[in-house]
Nanobody, 122 residues
Framework: VQLQASGGGLAQAGGSLRLPCVPSGFTFGSFDTHAVGWFRQAQGKERELVATFTGGDNTNYGDSVKGRFTISRNNAKNTVYLQMNSLKPEDTAIYYC??????????????WGKGTQVTVSS
């Protein structure tokens, strides 16, 4: 089970980026999925929630991104997106795609992509 995140890069404060997350070798929803979404980790800090789908179309956002970031998905493209608007320098971090799933007989497990770097300049 692999997740591929992309779309990171350098943006100016106030700008936008969109990060896609694509599963490799499986389709979102093909396993018992408890949550799919994005986390981030800034240098020297703990990994934190950015945005996730939790059960159907329910969404959960970190307090620092509410009103600026939007999680969405395109089932036809088997992709989950993170649209980031009004970027701030404090959004600089490595962004990780995450899926919390039960795969075959394996209990609920967090699966992580490799991460994509987002850098926001002031």
């Amino acid at each position: 089970v692999q997740l591929q995140a992309s779309g990171g890069g350098l943006a100016q404060a106030g700008g936008s980026l969109r990060l896609p997350c694509v599963p490799s070798g499986f389709t979102f929803g093909s396993f018992d999925t408890h949550a799919v979404g994005w986390f981030r980790q800034a240098q020297g800090k703990e990994r934190e929630l950015v945005a996730t789908f939790t059960g159907g179309d329910n969404t959960n956002y970190g307090d620092s991104v509410k009103g600026r970031f939007t999680i969405s998905r395109n089932n036809a493209k088997n992709t989950v997106y993170l649209q980031m608007n009004s970027l701030k320098p404090e959004d600089t971090a490595i962004y990780y795609c995450n899926a919390r799933m039960e795969v075959a007989t394996i209990p609920i497990t967090n699966y992580w992509g490799k991460g994509t770097q987002v850098t926001v300049s002031s």
